[in-house]
Structures are given as structure tokens and as C-alpha cells.
DNA sequence: TCGCTCCACTAATACGTATAAGTAATGCGC
DNA sequence: GCGCATTACTTATACGTATTAGTGGAGCGA
């Protein structure tokens, strides 16, 4: 056979470009195992399926495979088959996530371990480059095509471009609740069951008067939890109405020491903050009862829907829940490999765990 | 013109695949611009280069284009050009930094910020994900190739793959010195006039016996340091020799305040740390200093060869140097743009600013 | 020995874009 | 009115892989 021509001197346009000589390609190995290149793709990929290759054929493909170190080329490989075992993750903070970083780690711990136990590699993306050329527009998002799915976080997350790739169909899971947009897949905390339990516990206390304390917020995180608060009072057969939700833009400011025996002298012998990504109302609640002179699981019980912010780790335990964060990095990632699998998503809700903590007791005899 | 028959049904073998109406092609945008593919493309890469197009034909594309809200495919692009603005940012800890955040963040603000000036978006890849299918073995670090270069950031970066990749003409830069690798670009710090830069200042403020201390790490950052003091000691006409360098694996146990006051009653009478990712060699020369009841300015100088750790970010400001390290970042983009573009790297050193701060004066009069 | 099924492959084609090469149509000098 | 650019496109092909649809035997029953 008479050495191939190998017209591809085409790249040949830039000085960098002229020499490269290329890894090798799925040809090369063929020639060298005395194949064709669709042999080679079908022992490459290892489809099992009614394989039909002799052992020793496909013991001469790897050989040949390995002697020339070949890989695949990813681009390729999507561009072929619409699957190369990457998934994307679209962060919408600014490079790195940093201020953030106490909020979101935690997902991405349990992202890579799942993605990783599936065999998936990520390739994370994002949001800002805005003043490029190729950013900005709808374009900055399209580069998660070069993934077989991808997964998001993120509050600010531009639903235009989502429901454009849903309508697509490109595999999309949105990490954390997102019901308005149809179509649109989701993992999120079921933070309307772990609420109503935290009040739930606290009746069992004997606590009869409980307040929320929340920050002004209409994230689904937030209502939720106000939604499931309420729904505990309910089920507990105590007073919801407003007087039970006292909302905030600063409760530093608003939860005063005063503010606290006032709510007290009229019979409220619990508090319940939300959780946020500040941690203020926590914060608030803390400070005020500490600034009151009240013990807490004495003269008052304080419970927290989340973790406390990271200054106040090293306080008493608070009464609530844990966030399963990891295990809802995890659980994306598992509706996304269905996803990408042409399955269809199951239940998005993940249990958060209750906490006993240390900061709830039965309320003060009067 | 017969409605073409659209053969391809082909990816529906999953699903959820099968009603995938995928966006628009170049193919479409050019029908319905009633034009050829190639045109579109012409259009749309705006190769201003000897264009010849109509502007009648330019605009009836681009409103096509529009109406039909078309994105391209960066997988394609890759995969036809070896370009698609996308360069790849590789760091070998797992996920996002965080223990690491404060040495590589910065970085990364540069890097992204360069690159957004020019045009290219990000795409990150992570070092971890061994276990999965697709991860562990020379694949890991391939899908890189995605991209139309990429920067690898950290120390642990493999040899072999890096070597791999500059064989096969992949753009890519490494983000720290990295000599030993014959051929691969790096863009890195001039730790080495720096750091002869503070030890200038110290002997023209009237010091002759100058000891730096160092971590146990022969890491390149660390070599250069003590080169450039080194060199600064000779420059000064000042002692160099084995004992002007005190090399610790552990300097919080090593250097007490003993030993300094030791030092001290032999005429020493500055001390340079070098900056590591845990800042140990300055923690440890403060702490001792702090504990022998030895007032800064005044009883010695002190120098650190870059930036305090976090915790002692408080103190007063050390005499030394700032590594620019969103200007590294910057460098580093730019480096890799020129790759991608075919042009030869330029000069991968990025100079320090000294940093005058209050830990340094003259020697006490004896 | 014909027809049939397996077996073990190969040929052909598609994925979506970029680009070199080619081709009408027009303009222009002479 | 001919050659020759130039303009404005189109055609054809390549990029590297996956996959479908063959294809040429071998084996086997009748």
C-alpha cells in the first residue's frame, strides 16, 4: 500500500500551528494495527453490544492504542456521539467561588465525588468575562455544549438561557429549588419538611408562642422555610398569622435586646431564624438574647433552619438542621447523569437531617 | 427547492434524545438567509480579512441569525479551526481552590480579567476525579484539549502529560518557573531581583549580617529567594555562606526566641523570611521576636520576601515585596493568547514591587 | 451445493464549522 | 470585444470520532 499522502497540511497557516505534529488519531492506531478506524472506535469504546470482535484483533487495537499513546479528542467525541463523559457546572459568581465559598463548596464536594463514582470528569465554567468579545450575550453560556450536561448554581442564573437549553434539550440541572420555569430539572433541600420538624420539636417542648425570624428575602430557600414554619405551627395546633414571621432587611438593627423581652412579656418563649448566606438573623437573635443577660436554653429557646455562620461555629450547637449539602451536590449530579442518559428525573427533594442541638429546652415556668 | 429530507434521526436512540430539536445550525441560518453554510460562516467569524461580502448579504445573514437565535457549537469549532476562544485553566486541586485560596485567587482574577480583554472565555479544569471511568490516566488531563490552549496552575502538575501536550504543539503555560521541562512556556515572578532588591535596602540601611530563614521546600519559588539574597549579600559586599541561611523544616519549633538572641549576640541584625502557602518561616521569626521582648524597628529589622499569611495580615505592614500576582495571571493569559496565536512567548518574568513597610531600620547602635 | 445464519470486520456517513479552491458575474483598460 | 482583475459567492473538503449499514467468508442443516 502506498503511504497515504497525508494531505493535511491545512493548519499550516500560523508558524506555531505548521509544526504541530499532532497527537494521534484513531487512523494512525488502525494503520498500525492493520484495521480500519471503526474498528478501532468500537474496541476503543468498549461497547460490549454484540461486540463482535475477535480477541485478538482487539488485543492488537490496544497494543497498537497504547504504543502511540493515543487519546481521544473530546471535542470530537461530542461532536460524534453527543456524550464525552464530561459535566459541566456553571457557577454564576465571578471565577472562583471565595465570598461565597462557606455556601458553595460543600456542593461541589459532593458534585466531584458523585460525577467521579459515575465516571464522569467536569469542566466548570463561569459567569463573568463580561467585556470579551466571545462573553456577555447568550454565547457565554452556549460554551457548556462542550459537555454532555450541565449543572448550576446560583441565584442569578439568566432564565432565558436556561429555558433556550431546555427547549434544546441539552441536559440541564439547576442545583436548588426553581419551579417557574418549566421543563426546567432541579435538586433542592426539602426545607419545608426540616422547618415544620424544627417547630414540631419545639411544641413538644411545650413551647405554645413562636416567632420566625427572617431577613427580606423572596428566594425559594427563604419561603420555604417560612412555609414550612407555619405549616409546623399548624400541625401543632398553634397561632400562626402574621405576628409569627417577623421579617427584617437588617435584623442586626431590628432585633434589639428590647425587642426580645417585648416578645417574651407577650408569651413568646421561642425564636427560629433562617438561615441565610450573611447568617444575620441568626446573628441578631444570638446577640440580642446575649445582650438581654437570657441563658438560652434556660430563659429562652432558640432554634436555626441551617448552619450557623461561621463566626458563630464555636457557640453552643443550635437546635435545627443540617443542609445535606454534599449529598445534594451528589443527588444533581445523579439527575444529571439521567438526564444525560435520556432517563427521566426522579424526586428532587433531598431530607435535611434534623439537629438536637443545644439551644432548645422546655420553656421557663411562669 | 424540495424540503430537504432533514436525515437525522439518528442520535434518537435514548429518549430523551430522540426529540431533541437541537438549535440551529450555520445550515439553517443560511436557508433561511437564502445563502450557503460557508457564507454564514464567513458572516459570522467577521474575517474582515478580504471579507467580500455584501453588506446587503452580511445583514440579511446576521438578522437570520437572530431571528433564529443562533449559537455555535464550540465543539465543532474546536474541532474545525482549532479555535473557539475558549482557554482552559487547569488547577491540580481538587475542585475549587480553598485551602489554597488565598495564594491562587488572585491569580485567577488576573487571569480572568486578561482574558476577558481579549476576548477568550474560561474553562476550568480540575485536577481530582480520580476513580471515575474517564479520569486517572493521561485522559484526565486531555480534556484540555477542549480548549484552544491552557494554564496549569500548582506545583503537582505531571511532567509527562505537560511534555505530551507541548510534543503535540497544545498551547500551554504553566503558572510558576518551570525550567526543568525543555520547550514549555511559563510565566513566573523575579522572586530573584526581588529579593536582592530587600536585601539592598537592608544594607544600605547600615545592616551587615543578614540571615534569611526558609522553609525546607525546593520548590522554585524558595530557590529563587535565597539566589536572589544570596546575590543581594555578595552585591552588598556583605558575608553570604552557609550560615546566612537558617533552612527549617519546622521554623515554629526551630526558630525560639533563644536561638534569635543567639543570632543576635553574633551581629545579626536582619532577618528575611521567605513567603510559603503557610507563611511559617515569618509566623515564626514575629512570634519569636514577640516573645524575646524584641521591638521590631528598633531592636531588628525584619523582611518578608512576599505577603503575610492571613492571620498575621494585622501586624504591622513587613518591609518586602508584593507579588503581583493578578499581573501574573495577566502575563500568564497573555502568554498563552500569544501561543494560540502562533506568535513566540516573550519574557515570562513579571517583576515585584518592593514594599518599603515598618519592620525595617537601621541596626541598633552597639 | 444452495440457502441461511453468524461472525468479524469495513465502508460510508454524520456531527457542525472553517476554509481553500473554484466559479459566475461585473468592471475596466485598451 | 478580449483579457484580466475583482467581487461575491458556492462547492468541496477537512477536522476526529461514532455508528449504521453493509460485505465477504465460514459453518451448517437439508
Redesign the pocket.
Known sequence: MVEQPS??P?RG?TPAATGRT?RP???EVARLAG?????V??V??D?AQGS???D??RQRVLDAARSLGYV??PA??R???VRNNLLGVYSFTATFPTDVEHSYYPFLVGVEREAAARGYDLVLFTGSSSGGAGAAGPEALNRVRLADGCLFLGRHVPSAELKRMVADGFPVVHLGRREELEGLSWVGADYVSASSEVVRHLASLGHRRIVLIREDDDAPASTDRQQGFLAGLEAAGLAGGPDAVFRSADPGRDVTPDRLRRWIAEGVTAFVAEETDTGNAWRAVHAAAAEAGLTCPGDLSLALLGSPPPDLAGAAEPTGFDVPRHQLGAAAVRMLASLVAGETADEPLVACAFRPGATTGSPPER
Do not use: C, F, H, Y
Not at 35 to 39: D, E, F, G, P, R
Open positions: 494531505k493535511r491545512r497557516r499532532s488519531r484513531q487512523a484495521v480500519s478506524q471503526a474498528t472506535s468500537l476503543l469504546s461497547k463482535a470482535i475477535s485478538e484483533t481521544p479528542d470530537a467525541q461532536l460524534a456521539a
